[in-house]
């Protein structure tokens, strides 16, 4: 029997799936055979065996999730640590704030025991205090004023209050009256222990203060002239005494 060309075109052509199934066998096998040739050869290169570097893989793996794993760990530590501490800065403030407020009720206190113990304090009128704080507006200040009176017998007290801010204005000494500033000041004294003024003041535009001079007059039943000078200093808070 005589093979001819057609004869091969006609049998390639019956048996073409099993062609293609061959030669792609023949391929995946070539290139398997690469990548394994090429990964010796890269070990070979590198001085290390597959297994070795397989293993050395793995534990470098293992090595990062370990970091990883104390890295968050180091993280909450400093979290706690830093919560610890914002919570020990806030008792810390609260123990003062408790301390302080402690402070202003024993003070108080010895304000009310020398009103009713004689000899704790001079006879007659005088002026306890003259406390100022900062306002909510611009040159806006409150302040706070007590007199009062020791004696065996309290007699109700009548008479009159100045206050002068004295300060500067453009290099030149300015006085203002207390009641020129401020709304809420009244002149009037009527008190048998004690009587606290306060209200609010304004400072008019470029005058700065530097002191207040207060003066307590009565009348009735005996007569009294007290005066006594305060530097304008600023408190946090009013005290205790005379609320």
């Known amino acids: 029997m005589v093979i001819t060309l057609d004869h091969v075109s006609r049998w390639l052509k019956d048996r073409r799936p099993i062609v293609i199934l061959v030669i792609t066998l023949v391929l995946a096998l070539f290139l398997e055979a690469g990548f394994y040739l090429g990964q010796h050869a890269a070990y070979s290169g590198m001085g290390a065996k597959p297994k070795s570097y397989k293993a050395m893989q793995q534990e470098l793996i293992s090595v990062q999730n370990a ?20 919570a020990l800065e806030l008792v810390r403030k609260e123990m003062a704030g408790q301390n302080e407020e402690l402070a202003g009720l024993q003070e108080g206190l010895a304000f009310y025991r020398s009103l009713m113990s004689p000899g704790e304090i001079a006879p007659g009128l005088s002026l306890r205090s003259f406390e100022l704080t900062a306002g909510d507006q611009p040159r806006q200040y409150a302040y706070r004023m007590v007199l009062q009176q020791e004696a065996r017998k309290h ?9 002068i801010v004295s300060g500067m204005a453009d290099g030149k000494p300015v006085e203002y009256a207390l009641g020129d500033i401020s709304e809420d000041f009244d002149p009037g004294l009527q008190f048998r222990y004690f009587q606290s003024i306060q209200g609010s003041l304004i400072l008019p535009g470029g005058f700065e203060p530097g002191t207040v001079r207060i003066r307590a007059r009565t009348v009735k039943p005996n007569a009294f002239d007290v005066s006594q000078e305060y530097p304008w200093r600023l408190k946090e808070r009013f005290t205790h005494v005379g609320n």
Request: glycine share 4%; net charge neutral.
């Open 67 to 86: 970091l990883r794993s104390r890295d968050d760990e180091l993280a909450i530590q400093r979290t706690r640590h830093e919560v610890d501490r914002q």
């Open 155 to 163: 007699d109700q007290l009548k008479g009159t209050l100045t206050a």
